[in-house]
């Protein structure tokens, strides 16, 4: 298991709050209840967190997006998009 990132989230208003994995979790949860889906795309995304220290939201829901759909799972990237990007 990896171990929690320490990082913090801007959100598009300036505020700033704590990452926690299980927000990436809770998103995945809400596109699909395929479990392999949800760890696959977890762990990559968590991975790339990693490197941060203070991620922007609209960037954290790019690589969710992004993530998805270089997994190959065009569809629950499309209804990632419409339900957080678009």
């Known amino acids: ?8 989230i801007q959100l598009n208003n ?4 704590k990452f926690a994995p ?12 395929n479990q392999e889906v949800i760890h696959r795309a977890e762990m990559l995304i968590l991975v790339q967190l990693s490197s941060y220290t203070v991620i922007k939201l609209h ?7 992004k993530t998805l759909d270089q997994l190959r799972y065009h569809k ?6 419409n339900a957080e990007l678009s």
């Not at 960037?59 to 997006?65: A, D, G, V």
């Open 1 to 8: 298991m990896l171990s929690k990132p320490k990082l913090d």
């Open 14 to 17: 300036g505020k700033m709050i």
């Open 22 to 33: 299980e927000m990436v979790r809770s998103d995945l949860l809400a596109l699909t209840k």
């Open 59 to 65: 960037e954290l829901q790019m690589i969710i997006y």
């Open 76 to 81: 629950i990237a499309s209804k990632y998009y």
